[in-house]
């Protein structure tokens, strides 16, 4: 796959460059001590002194943040928001052996260490932070949002349940059986891994794409295999993870205490999306389960005719008006 042309005029993203914001690279370490990398979006109407709104943002699940986390973390940062887009552990420009593991528990903790980053920053103001996570980095940010109580915005954008998908097939649909098969097969290929001494890779997006393929896989395609979104260092672009990064969300369930979130949630899907499932169901638990108490300030917008890639980077689609509403009315 060739590099898109974006990367000839030395700006490394798939989206254009806004010649309203100012971006840095930054690193930090999370609790783990593994440093991680960002991109700190800026707006230039910015005036020292000024402590602004800040939004951490990661995903989509396999990507890096100069695709759809950095356009994110670009158009809120012209809104006025500063911004932090950034590589989970073990991915894109962030630290971290073996590469390309994926893990709820480290994950999790990359958002927080993102919220302690910007915390220090002295263009933030550290009570008004807000955090948007897409694909499977919707899961997450759900799941930091239930422990992390400097968090006081929370939006999952396109949501996948990684713990859900991993344990019980798409739509639910994987047998007991099945299941476990998938755990003796990714224990066997734990054993392969250790002789050879190197991990495995799953492989990213399907390549070349099969006639037969699900839309939701051809959308996938369109996205991360062409120029529209493809990047060297993103893992569904290329080789993926390793093969057994799945068993920790097999087992480890994400989700469990997000009727304890007290913060405001805003849940983005898109109508046509294959995973829709995944936020009408968070949703539903949030605000309708046995112990739901903290009722008022959780939203879900399900946007007409969108699918899940169209909210990775259609602007045409992606309700920014609505999100900048969002964190303005929650973080104040």
Same mark, same amino acid.
């Given at each position: 796959?060739?590099?898109?042309?974006?990367?000839?005029?030395?700006?490394?993203?798939?989206?254009?460059?806004?010649?309203?914001?100012?971006?840095?690279?930054? +690193?930090?370490?999370?609790?783990?001590?593994?440093?991680?990398?960002?991109?700190?979006?800026?707006?230039?109407?910015?005036?020292?002194?000024?402590?602004?709104?800040?939004?951490?943002? +990661?995903?989509?699940?396999?990507?890096?943040?100069?695709?759809?986390?950095?356009?994110?973390?670009?158009?809120?940062?012209?809104? =006025?928001?500063?911004?932090?887009?950034?590589?989970?552990?073990?991915? =894109?420009?962030?630290?971290?052996?073996?590469?390309?593991?994926?893990?709820?528990?480290?994950?999790?903790?990359?958002?927080?260490?993102?919220?302690?980053?910007?915390?220090?920053?002295?263009?933030?103001?550290?009570?008004?932070?807000?955090?948007?996570?897409?694909?499977?980095?919707?899961?997450? /940010?759900?799941?930091?949002?239930?422990?992390?109580?400097?968090?006081?915005?929370?939006? /999952?954008?396109?949501?996948?349940?990684?713990?859900?998908?991993?344990?019980?097939?798409?739509?639910?649909?994987?047998?007991?059986?099945?299941?476990?098969?998938?755990?003796?097969?990714?224990?066997?290929?734990?054993?392969?891994?250790?002789?050879?001494?190197?991990?495995?890779?799953?492989?990213?997006?399907?390549?070349?794409?099969? /006639?037969?393929?699900?839309?939701?896989?051809?959308?996938?395609?369109?996205?991360?295999?062409?120029?529209?979104?493809?990047?060297?260092? +993103?893992?569904?672009?290329?080789?993926?993870?390793?093969?057994?990064?799945?068993?920790?969300?097999?087992?480890?369930?994400?989700?469990?205490?997000?009727?304890?979130?007290? +913060?405001?949630?805003?849940?983005? #899907?898109?109508?046509?999306? #294959?995973?829709?499932?995944?936020?009408?169901?968070?949703?539903?638990?949030?605000?309708?389960?046995?112990?739901?108490?903290?009722?008022?300030?959780?939203?879900?917008?399900?946007?007409?005719?969108?699918?899940?890639?169209?909210?990775?980077?259609?602007?045409?689609?992606?309700?920014?008006?609505?999100?900048?509403?969002?964190?303005?009315?929650?973080?104040?």
């Amino acid at each position: 796959m060739a590099a898109s042309k974006k990367d000839s005029k030395g700006w490394d993203k798939v989206f254009p460059k806004s010649e309203k914001v100012d971006v840095k690279k930054v +690193s930090f370490k999370n609790r783990f001590g593994i440093e991680l990398v960002g991109d700190l979006y800026t707006p230039k109407t910015y005036k020292k002194g000024d402590k602004l709104a800040a939004i951490a943002v +990661s995903g989509p699940f396999g990507a890096v943040k100069e695709q759809s986390s950095g356009l994110y973390a670009q158009i809120m940062a012209e809104r =006025g928001f500063i911004t932090l887009a950034f590589d989970p552990s073990y991915t =894109g420009e962030s630290k971290g052996e073996p590469r390309y593991v994926a893990s709820p528990d480290i994950n999790t903790e990359d958002f927080q260490a993102a919220v302690d980053f910007l915390s220090v920053q002295d263009n933030v103001d550290p009570e008004k932070i807000g955090i948007i996570g897409i694909c499977g980095w919707g899961g997450l /940010a759900l799941n930091v949002a239930s422990i992390d109580t400097r968090i006081k915005a929370t939006v /999952a954008s396109t949501m996948y349940n990684m713990s859900r998908v991993n344990h019980k097939g798409y739509f639910d649909q994987m047998t007991e059986d099945e299941l476990y098969a998938l755990k003796q097969e990714l224990n066997a290929q734990r054993i392969k891994d250790f002789k050879s001494g190197k991990y495995e890779l799953a492989g990213g997006v399907v390549d070349p794409l099969p /006639a037969d393929a699900p839309q939701f896989v051809k959308d996938y395609y369109a996205y991360y295999k062409t120029p529209r979104g493809y990047h060297k260092r +993103s893992l569904n672009s290329n080789t993926g993870w390793n093969k057994t990064s799945a068993l920790s969300f097999i087992n480890t369930p994400e989700l469990t205490f997000t009727k304890e979130i007290r +913060s405001a949630v805003l849940m983005i #899907h898109g109508e046509k999306a #294959h995973s829709c499932y995944f936020s009408k169901d968070a949703y539903i638990d949030m605000v309708q389960g046995e112990g739901s108490k903290y009722k008022d300030n959780k939203e879900i917008m399900i946007i007409p005719g969108a699918s899940h890639v169209d909210l990775y980077d259609n602007v045409d689609v992606i309700p920014f008006d609505k999100i900048e509403q969002f964190f303005k009315t929650y973080l104040k």
